[in-house]
C-alpha cells in the first residue's frame, strides 16, 4: 500500500547550515505530497506541499521538489536558525486520510 | 476564517476511569474530521476519522471509540482507560480528503496513572 519513509533523527545543526531532511513514497499514481512542522508542545502545521510531479513546494525558506523519477520529496532550507528545531513529518493521503512518516526530529545549535 | 479548538490541553487520569475529548472546528461546513494519537517519541496513528454526522470509520481496533454528534463537533471516548492509552491526542479537520491537507488542533496530552 501506499506509504512514505522518513530518514531517522535526530538531525543536530548549527545554525547558519545546510538542511536535508529524506523522504521517499510508494504511491499507486501520482498523489499529493506534504510537509508537517510540530514545534514542541504543540499540534502539527502544514509547512508545504506538492500536487503533482515535478511541482516544488516551498514556504518559510524550506523548499521540496515532488520527484517521480526517484520516488522522493526531500526536505531543504539554505540555513537554518535555532527557531526552525521541531519533528519534521512528510505525509501522503492513504484512502480517506493522511498517512504520515515517522518524524524527523531536527535540533538547531546557536 | 476557520479555527479548530481542542481540549482539554493536559490530562491526567487513573487505570480504568473513563475518557472524553472534544473537538470543535468552527467557520466552515461538513468537514472531514480526524483523531490520531503520537505516542512518546513515535510517529502519528490514525484512530478514527469522520466524513459526515453519525459517520465514523475506525482505522485501529482498541479501547477508544468516536462520536460526531453535531456537524463540526468531534469526541474520543473511552469506558476504561488503560495505561496503553497514554499520549498525545489530536484532532484534524479538513475539506477535501485528498489534495487539501489538513489543520490540526492544539493536541491533547493524556496520561494513565
Known amino acids: 500500500g501506499d506509504s512514505v519513509t522518513q530518514m531517522e533523527g535526530p538531525v543536530t545543526l548549527s545554525e547558519e547550515a545546510f538542511l536535508t531532511i529524506n523522504c521517499t513514497y510508494t504511491a499507486t499514481g501520482y498523489p499529493s505530497l506534504f510537509w508537517y512542522v510540530q514545534y514542541p508542545g504543540e499540534g502539527l502545521q502544514l509547512l508545504l506541499k506538492a500536487t503533482k510531479a515535478d511541482d516544488k513546494g516551498s514556504n518559510k525558506g524550506f523548499e521540496a521538489t515532488y520527484r517521480k523519477e526517484t520516488t522522493s520529496f526531500h526536505l531543504e532550507k539554505g540555513s537554518v536558525q535555532v527557531s526552525d528545531s521541531a519533528v519534521y513529518f512528510c505525509a501522503l493521503p492513504l484512502g480517506r486520510a493522511l498517512t504520515f512518516g515517522s518524524g524527523t526530529r531536527l535540533q538547531v545549535q546557536p | 476564517s476557520q479555527t479548530i479548538h481542542q481540549w482539554p490541553a493536559t490530562l491526567v487520569q487513573p487505570v480504568g476511569s473513563p475518557l472524553s475529548l472534544e473537538c470543535t472546528v468552527e467557520?466552515?461546513?461538513?468537514?472531514?474530521l480526524y483523531w490520531y494519537r503520537q505516542a512518546a517519541g513515535r510517529g502519528l496513528q490514525l484512530l478514527f476519522y469522520s466524513v459526515g454526522i453519525g459517520q465514523i470509520s475506525s482505522e485501529v481496533p482498541q479501547n477508544l471509540s468516536a462520536s460526531r454528534p453535531q456537524d463540526r463537533q468531534f469526541i474520543l471516548s473511552s469506558k476504561k482507560l488503560l495505561l496503553s492509552d497514554s499520549g498525545f491526542y489530536l484532532c484534524?479537520?479538513?475539506?477535501?480528503?485528498?489534495?487539501?491537507?489538513?489543520?490540526f488542533g492544539s493536541g491533547t496530552r493524556l496520561t494513565v496513572v
Open positions: 467557520g466552515t461546513s461538513n468537514p472531514n
Open positions: 484534524a479537520w479538513s475539506l477535501t480528503d485528498r489534495v487539501g491537507g489538513y489543520t
